[in-house]
């Protein structure tokens, strides 16, 4: 059987930051070919790709994601605890995943597919990639840090940028420009203030202003000012949409950026359920099946220096997914 936690060190020791995954889909592709699966690298861009690997006619698809954020964390195993960059998102579900199915086939079930996806963390275009693979399943397993529950459904997100517009000038004569900077900053906090929608189980819409640029020197009065805001969506984004255009009329334009719709997913009896706030692959992969969503560790560690996740939990996830894929297959 396969040990679950030297696997994850194995994956959280290759470095691989959104774009530069190659290193860790060779050793996926190998580690699976190895124990007979059928595997098939789908290239994404060049020297990346994804990993798709069956034993049949899948009817069941455990994915998540080998990329990793930066900067790069080496594991350590300390306390019980596996530390390093993807020790919860996503490299330790993966390698839960990746024990989980190669049980499963030595138990001789065949109706299991993996997939691993490259580039989730920016834009991913990984799953835009896989969603066009023949796919075969009838449900979708995802995983994210969930502290091992079933989550019930998942925040959407609209990304939009803020752009206020000034005059340049000398900035011995202020009078002759117009700053872009200080109606931004007057702007940006009445963000607020506002009536966001709420959803009885996802909660209420949360917003983060992740992003601030303006102006080119100290002695220049600023003539652009943007900023970035990432909105968690709870339900139909067109009220919330209204709502923003309705803040920045006359004051800031606003370009659109990348939505992801909000998610509710499929759970199964025996396993404890939660609403997530953050967003995953899912709608991008709706051509494998009913989605769940499903992973050892938690999101409050994820991209963070200190990101971890305790071994009993990561061996108890080999289990899960295993029980997981039984249900689903029995149904």
Partial sequence: MTDVVALASELLAIESPTGKEGKAVDFVARWLVSRGWNVTV???????????????????????????????????????MLKGRGACDAKGIAAAMLAAADRLALAGEDRVDVLMVVG?????????????????????????????KLASGAKGSQRVMVRVRGREAHSAYPHLGRSAIEPMLALL??????????????????????????????????????????????????????????????????????????????????FDVVPVSYTSDIPLLDRWGTPLLFGPGSISVAHTPDEHIAVEELRAAVDAYERIVRSLLAA
């Fill in 42 to 80: 789908q290239e994404v861009t060049p020297g990346r790709g994804n990993v798709w690997a069956s034993r049949g006619r899948g009817a069941v698809t455990l994915s998540t994601h080998l990329d990793t954020v930066p900067p790069y964390v080496p594991p350590a195993l300390e306390g019980g």
């Fill in 120 to 148: 989730e963390e920016k834009g991913s275009d990984g799953a835009r990639a896989a969603n066009h693979l023949p796919a075969t399943s009838r449900f979708l397993v995802n995983g994210e840090p969930t502290e091992s």
């Fill in 189 to 270: 906090p009445t963000l607020h203030q506002l009536d966001f929608p709420r959803d009885a189980v996802l909660g209420d819409t949360t917003f983060n202003i992740g992003t601030l640029r303006g102006g080119t020197e100290a002695n220049v009065i600023p003539g652009l000012c943007e900023s970035e805001v990432m909105f968690r969506v709870v339900g139909d984004v067109a009220p919330l949409r209204a709502t923003l255009e309705q803040w920045a009329a006359g004051r800031a334009e606003l370009e659109w950026g990348s939505y992801i719709p909000a998610q509710r997913f499929h759970v199964i009896d025996g």
